[in-house]
């Protein structure tokens, strides 16, 4: 009797194992993929910063223009890299689609505030990125709150940064 007990309890959690860790891997392959972008990140807002001050835009528009294009190419894999079969995946690769959406919006703002053509053009530039920047917090947030659903979902715990 034990052992027809025993043997699938053994299997059920090597399959719950199994779920959880490649749904951990995915997870950290995400988080792999935006911190693979902080030193960029780090350095364009340094030089932006630099270059608001001189007001130099082309220059701006060229620093957001390459960010533009460095968040676009984590998107594009994290789009083709197929979610795992697990709980919640799909839900989870929906907010990180939309994260990284956002992070672009951010340098798409700033690519278009120095390309505009006349201070009206950029000052209309500078409201939009305004109000991109100012839910920043809120994207940070929702992709937080999908990444814990997630670990939750597949039993498994967020590594504290």
């Not at 993929?33 to 220059?59: C, R």
């Amino acid at each position: 009797m034990i052992k027809k007990i025993f043997f699938p309890i053994i299997v059920l959690i090597a399959f719950t194992a199994c779920n959880s860790k490649s749904a951990f891997n995915y997870s950290q392959d995400i988080v792999k993929k935006e911190q693979s972008l902080a030193p960029d990140i780090t350095a364009t807002e340094t030089k932006i910063a630099e270059f608001l001050g001189k007001e130099q835009f082309d220059s701006i528009a060229a620093a957001g223009a390459r960010m533009e294009k460095l968040v676009d190419e984590k998107l594009t894999e994290l789009k083709d890299q197929p979610a795992p079969d697990v709980k919640d995946a799909a839900g989870f690769k929906d907010a990180s689609i939309k994260y990284f959406r956002f992070i672009k919006s951010m340098y798409t703002g700033y690519k278009d505030y120095g390309s505009a053509a006349t201070a009206d053009a950029r000052d209309e530039a500078m409201t939009k990125l305004r109000k991109i920047v100012d839910e920043k917090n809120e994207a940070i947030n929702d992709m937080q709150r999908a990444q814990k659903k997630f670990a939750d979902a597949n039993n498994f715990k967020l590594e504290d940064k």
